[in-house]
């Protein structure tokens, strides 16, 4: 079946490093898009969102990404700090499934000191 | 204010048992899911009701089935419990169905199966 996914599980970046979290998708109906950061014990917690209609999103330090041509979307994580060590996921829906929401794999980003 | 609350936050039972996880969102909206992730940390849909209304059902086994008394709340019944159903759940909500918003999740219920 059709699904969201991500390239790397595991990214270790040094604090104060960018950080650049990658995820590819599969459905040409993805027509909405969103990172969701996922702490230990916690629910997801949105980040950022972006639409079709766009091919980038910035919020405070974190930029988001879309290439439609290539099913790639990515998270850009500025000046990185301890406290985004959590997993991230990406998640994708089309108005035709209801605001479902299909998730990818997650990445697990660490931030050492 | 919590805006999607569930309870309990763990639950440890046997094998065979029926359990519930209740779910109660204070944000107004009208759409709530339930969301399972395995032990590999992956989300998936379970289900998706609109003011009280199922509108979405993957293929989960009936033994799991959900109810929306009002539409602030939608509450998980599982039967006849079983070692695969060790999981996360998660509830959420969001403000529409038609028109794509994000949904806000609550922190999970850890359901151990022994």
């Known amino acids: 079946g059709e699904s969201v996914g991500l390239h790397l599980p595991t990214l270790s970046v040094q604090e104060g490093d960018n950080s650049i979290i990658n995820c590819a998708y599969s459905?040409?109906?993805?027509?909405?898009f969103i990172w969701y950061k996922q702490e230990s014990g916690k629910g997801p917690q949105f980040i950022i969102d972006?639409?079709?209609?766009?091919d980038k999103r910035q919020g405070q330090r974190v930029t988001v990404l879309l290439n439609k041509t290539v099913k790639h979307l990515s998270l850009q994580i500025a000046a990185t700090q301890p406290g985004d060590s959590a997993v991230y996921f990406c998640?994708?829906?089309?108005?035709?499934?209801?605001?479902?929401?299909?998730f990818g794999g997650g990445t697990r980003l660490m931030v050492k000191p | 204010d919590t805006a999607v609350s569930q309870t309990p936050k763990y639950l440890v039972t046997q094998m065979g048992n029926d359990k519930s996880i209740k779910c109660e969102q204070n944000?107004?909206?009208?759409?709530m899911y339930w969301y399972k992730q395995d032990s590999k940390k992956f989300l998936k849909i379970m289900f998706s009701?609109?003011?009280?209304?199922?509108?979405i059902n993957e293929t989960v086994p009936n033994r799991f089935s959900p109810k929306s008394p009002d539409k602030a709340h939608l509450n998980l019944h599982i039967n006849s419990l079983e070692l695969g159903d060790s999981a996360v759940y998660f509830c959420?909500?969001?403000?529409?169905?038609?028109?794509?918003?994000?949904?806000?999740f609550g922190q999970g219920t850890r359901l151990t199966v022994v």
């Open positions: 959420a909500s969001s403000q529409e169905l038609r028109e794509n918003t994000e949904a806000f």
């Open positions: 998640a994708e829906s089309h108005n035709n499934a209801g605001n479902m929401l299909t």
């Open positions: 944000l107004g909206h009208d759409t």
């Open positions: 009701y609109n003011n009280k209304e199922l509108i």
């Open positions: 972006i639409r079709s209609n766009m």
């Open positions: 459905n040409s109906a993805s027509d909405y």
